[in-house]
């Protein structure tokens, strides 16, 4: 069975600091990977897709950037947190690219920044 | 507009009652999906619809991309029910995930 890990699960940063999410698939080769960012009380929008290693597609451009070192991690990063990156952060994976296919989430990861 | 139309905001219901959550798209969309999320934030994949109807035990889902819609009725309320549900649809098979405002569902005693 899939299982997919998120880390950390909280965070409080201060503005102007780095900042590092990981993710990471078991169980699963080849996964399509998403970074989703949620405010706290909105609606999920959809950050990044990699479909393979060392490939990553942005979606919305928050000032965040996220990378694909393994085929089963997938890190959402930036240098300089803003107050407005804090929310919840959600990693999910799917198996078909181009086909259309449910995608599972995460446990996510909720972002105070300060 | 926006993409997804999501209705209701909110809504509660008692336990063993039915109810209806419906998303309208602004365009054609590929496929839908709905989620529950619960206390903790985690989402919970309900069903994956290209087309048609999906039934889950108490759940049951239509799509129907003509018509620009989708609808997730929940039959016999639970308490665990309690959360928000989402919907989210793909205009193509290659593109992102668009969700709806999401409705939060409070279920009574």
């Known amino acids: 069975a899939q299982t997919i890990h998120q880390w950390p699960v909280a965070e409080i940063k201060a503005v102007g600091s780095p900042l590092s999410l990981g993710c990471t698939i078991k169980g699963k080769s080849s996964p399509n990977l998403y970074w989703y960012w949620q405010a706290t009380g909105g609606t999920l929008q959809q950050l990044f897709y990699s479909i393979t290693v060392g490939q990553v597609e942005s979606v919305v451009q928050l000032n965040l950037s996220a990378s694909r070192p393994k085929d089963d991690q997938f890190i959402l990063s930036t240098e300089k947190l803003l107050l407005s990156h804090s929310g919840f952060y959600l990693c999910?994976?799917?198996?078909?690219w181009g086909e259309g296919d449910t995608q599972y989430f995460g446990p996510g990861t909720r972002l105070l920044v300060l | 507009g926006m993409p997804v139309e999501q209705n209701p905001p909110a809504l509660s219901l008692y336990e063993g009652a039915d109810s209806g959550l419906r998303c309208n798209f602004s365009t054609t969309m590929k496929s839908v999906q709905w989620f529950q999320q619960n206390h903790r934030g985690r989402l919970i994949t309900l069903f994956y619809?290209?087309?048609g109807t999906k039934e889950n035990g108490r759940l049951k889902s239509t799509f129907n991309s003509k018509e620009r819609y989708s609808t997730l009725h929940i039959k016999d309320a639970q308490l665990e029910d309690s959360g928000t549900y989402f919907c989210a649809a793909e205009a193509g098979f290659a593109s992102a995930l668009t969700f709806g405002s999401g409705t939060k569902v409070i279920v009574l005693p």
């Open positions: 619809l290209a087309q």
């Open positions: 999910a994976w799917s198996s078909n």
